[in-house]
């Protein structure tokens, strides 16, 4: 379908015919052509990429396409079989890679199917709820408060309709929508009447005319033009670090190994191709394979407990959580909210309060809420059966903390209903009804007020006020709220879950600190907070919180454990400062205000059912609002963490120590220690274990506390543990030479099964910190483990060894081989139960992975 240009500008009904809509929307057949065009046109919706390009990308790092090069160049001067070998090695290492990569991408599009937004459409006269990316040009869609808009799409009806259109033109405040032509030469934030894919709704609801999708919305030509990073986690950015350093000490290491062989005499293109495989050797190839096998695996094992990852890189920094910040409705309290009582200003029944309330709550059009469904339940209950006629809404919003509605009432007569937080409806009061039913001056009756409303959030209770006033209007806005006459008080009972404090208390266990924000009452927020075992002395306000600059809330959040009479900004503001004290911040929230403190956060989690606007800020989704499921998820995401972190730490030691035996060996040997077709395949080997690392089993005292990127300590690691290995490869090469007077080959052969050997056992004494005997590794890591080192011992009496410029050795040196992997094997397990008892002393005294809570503390992480 043609684009149309200046649709803002155009009347509605000739909009509706150039796009073939009726007032009944689109048929479902006219729908089901329209999509295949559509969905050609989509925005990606995740970093996925195709098969092919997975694939090549495999093959296109620096070190791999000198590698090739320089092997194609030894092809040409006349080395075909070795060049061949390396060629082949280097694209089975590069298919492994690709399988499980792939793999990864295909479990992640399953799971993120569970959590994808919907829109509401009108089709063949019905509405219906369809999935985002399928609607499609000529749609009626209907948008209601914190809904995200599916399209860019011409206003038909609205009700209030104010749509939040800050991601796209920078405005502060939410713009109102409304039908109606605008200039055709309207700049975008000035057309009134189009909502815009990508923005949300923040109050009122409304029915549009659906114009452009995808790449052809306002939103698709500023993603087109601008590829905005997204937030990098903790972890992303260690491994970035780490990168840089690797490569470093791999290039000044392999120039001096290359310059040396030159300075040997040794033939070029065996140096370059020797240097250059040493090279491959110590960079963990495999390093983005096990990352994506070990997140896909995470996720699938989290959702489990009935947590959907939606950003796989969220998961190393869920396991490293140290603060949990929550608001309580559904999570720490049962959800289930009740009108508990109605009440006048001295706390006397209000019986006739409950009828004018439900006016307001049956007839506000913004987003629904658990406060209006108590009120419309209470009614009903209590026989209320009167519905006022709607005139017109001033919707809520998060700044006046108001909604009103104006009616006409079944007796007759206008009136401005109005229900919000209790000061700012005392605020626009003059008037207040006593007891009697006797209107007098607010003045006389505010500490009579305010002593109700004390008592009442004193026992846990969320309050609202309920004023009204004779109106004339034909229409209303906030600006109308003045002069009210405040009726009286509704408190609402949501009792804290069974098991809430419980498992706040299995949270601080765990090493993470819950905090409850919520925008009750002082008084409500210290009942609660109570309840749940936190410190209710430690309560901090919002309007303290704006008096503190950025660096001062920073120092109060180290205390503070309950945040109450807080706004949407405070929620972000919260969130920054304790990542400024150095935590790693979790955010759980559901509606439309929690949507900047959600982005704000290291992870931000969201519930099934929430805003569209919250659900897209999160990074995971729980199917149940249920806390003690985020806990066990946060386990599981430890357990990713660690299996991760224990491939970086083995992989790492074992090239650095590699690479120090090779430097050594190639300039005392009158020959190369090895080809560079066996370093490659030495590679492979010893990384195929590695694959099913992902399905580790974690020690129990590794899950107790939150785990954090720690390069130092990877360093430290690497310089202590390659060494080691590099003492055993030395003595290998020292017998091979003195005591059984290898040649060549032989000794390529021994030192390329003994590498292949010793690499393999470690990986057992490595992935604990405990004696290994007393860890059981997973059955997959075992069978891969076994698999490798079987391979590496048969290849040297395979009828194609001699390709590989191997060949059998005996029965002595197979027995000495064995020797020395003991030997390797008992040293490495007494140096690590050293290294991680220096390493324990040198954090401070902090055990098992606890962070100390300062300013950028961390905790290993292998």
């Known amino acids: ?500 404090a419980d498992t706040v208390a299995q949270f601080a266990t765990s090493g993470v600190r819950v905090r409850m924000i919520t925008g009750d009452s002082r008084l409500a927020a210290m009942h609660i907070a109570a309840e749940l075992g936190l410190d209710d002395s430690q309560v901090v306000a919002g309007s303290e919180i704006d008096g503190l600059d950025d660096q001062a809330l920073a120092d109060r959040v180290r205390t503070a454990q309950v945040f109450c009479e807080t706004a949407p900004a405070h929620k972000a503001r919260i969130v920054a400062a304790y990542a400024r004290a150095g935590e790693t911040v979790g955010y759980l929230g559901d509606g439309i205000n929690d949507a900047p403190a959600l982005r704000a956060a290291d992870v931000g989690v969201s519930v099934k059912g929430a805003a569209d606007v919250a659900t897209e800020a999160a990074a995971i989704v729980m199917l149940e609002n249920d806390l003690k499921a985020l806990l066990g998820g946060m386990h599981e995401g430890r357990r990713t963490f660690a299996n991760t972190t224990k491939y970086l730490f083995m992989t790492t030691s074992a090239g650095f120590g590699n690479m120090i035996s090779m430097a050594i060996a190639s300039l005392a040997l009158p020959f190369l220690p090895l080809t560079a077709a066996q370093i490659l395949l030495i590679n492979l080997l010893s990384d195929l274990p590695a694959t099913g690392i992902a399905t580790d089993n974690v020690d129990p005292n590794r899950m107790r506390a939150p785990q954090r990127w720690n390069l130092r300590l990877l360093l430290r690691f690497m310089l202590v543990f390659g060494p080691v290995s590099s003492i055993f490869d030395i003595l290998t090469f020292i017998v091979m030479i003195a005591v059984f007077g290898a040649d060549e080959t032989i000794f390529q052969s021994a030192w390329f099964v003994g590498s292949v050997l010793t690499a393999v056992a470690v990986i057992f004494v490595l992935r604990t910190r405990g004696p290994f005997f007393r860890s059981r590794p997973s059955t997959t890591l075992a069978l891969l483990a076994a698999l490798a080192a079987t391979i590496a011992v048969a290849l040297p009496y395979l009828p194609f060894a001699g390709l590989l410029h191997l060949q059998p050795l005996s029965l002595p040196m197979l027995g000495f081989l064995a020797l020395i992997v003991v030997g390797y094997v008992a040293t490495a397990e007494a140096t690590k139960a050293v290294f991680w008892r220096r390493s324990r002393q040198a954090d401070g005294g902090a055990t098992r992975g606890s962070i100390p809570h300062t300013p950028g503390a961390s905790t290993s992480a292998s």
């Not at 005392?426 to 500490?447: F, K, M, N, S, Y």
Request: net charge negative; aromatic share 4%; hydrophobic share 50%.
């Open 1 to 500: 379908m043609a684009s149309i240009e200046h649709y803002w500008a155009m009347d509605a009904d000739e909009l509706a015919a150039a796009l073939s809509s009726t007032p009944g929307g689109l048929t479902a057949e006219t729908a089901a052509e329209r999509l295949p065009q559509t969905r050609a046109r989509a925005l990606p919706t995740d970093r996925r990429v195709g098969s092919w390009r997975l694939l090549a990308r495999q093959f296109t790092s620096p070190i791999i396409l000198i590698l090739i090069g320089a092997t194609v160049i030894a092809a040409a001067l006349g080395d075909t079989v070795d060049a061949v070998i390396i060629l082949t090695i280097v694209a089975l290492s590069g298919l492994l890679d690709f399988a499980q990569e792939r793999g990864a991408a295909n479990a992640m599009t399953a799971l993120l199917s569970t959590v994808r937004p919907d829109a509401r459409v009108v089709r063949d006269g019905a509405a219906l709820d369809i999935p985002a990316d399928e609607v499609v040009a000529g749609d009626l869609v209907q948008v209601a408060a914190g809904d995200i808009v599916p399209a860019d799409a011409v206003v038909l009806t609205a009700d209030d309709l104010q749509l939040d259109q800050s991601s796209l033109t920078g405005e502060t405040f939410p713009a109102e929508k409304r039908p109606g032509r605008v200039d055709d030469a309207a700049p975008l934030a000035e057309r009134g009447d189009v909502i815009y894919l990508g923005t949300h709704v923040a109050s009122g609801s409304g029915s549009a005319l659906v114009v452009r999708t995808g790449r052809d919305t306002e939103f698709g030509h500023v993603a087109e033009s601008m590829h905005e990073r997204a937030r990098r986690t903790g972890f992303e950015q260690g491994m970035t670090r780490f990168g840089l350093l690797l490569a470093r000490v791999m290039a000044v290491i392999v120039v001096v190994i290359f310059i040396a062989n030159l300075v040997l005499q040794r033939p070029l293109v065996d140096s370059a191709l020797f240097s250059l495989s040493l090279a491959v050797g110590l960079t963990p190839q495999l390093l983005p394979a096990i990352i994506g096998i070990s997140l896909a695996r995470g996720a699938r094992e989290i959702a489990r407990h009935r947590v959907i990852v939606k950003r796989l890189n969220a998961i190393e920094d869920f396991g490293s959580m140290t603060v949990l910040c929550t608001d309580k409705t559904g999570t720490l309290t049962q959800g289930s909210i009740h009108l508990d009582a109605a009440v006048h200003v001295d706390d006397s029944p209000a019986p006739a309060l409950l009828e004018i309330a439900s006016w307001n709550a049956r007839l506000q059009s913004g987003l629904a809420n658990p406060l209006d469904a108590a009120i419309v339940v209470a009614a009903d209950a209590a026989g209320i059966r009167s519905v006022a006629t709607k005139v017109d809404e001033a919707p809520y919003d998060f700044d006046r903390k108001r909604l009103s509605v104006l009616v006409d009432t079944p007796a007759g007569g206008r009136m401005l209903v109005t229900k919000g937080a209790v000061d700012p409806v005392l605020a626009v009061c003059t008037t207040a009804v006593d007891a009697a039913g006797r209107d007098r001056p607010i003045a006389e009756l505010r500490t009579a007020a305010l002593d109700t409303v004390t008592r009442l959030s004193g026992q846990g209770m969320r309050v609202l006020a309920v004023a009204t006033r004779p109106a004339t209007e034909a229409a209303c806005t906030a600006a109308d709220e003045h002069d009210l006459r405040l009726v009286g008080f509704l408190a609402f009972a949501d009792p804290v879950k069974a098991d809430a």
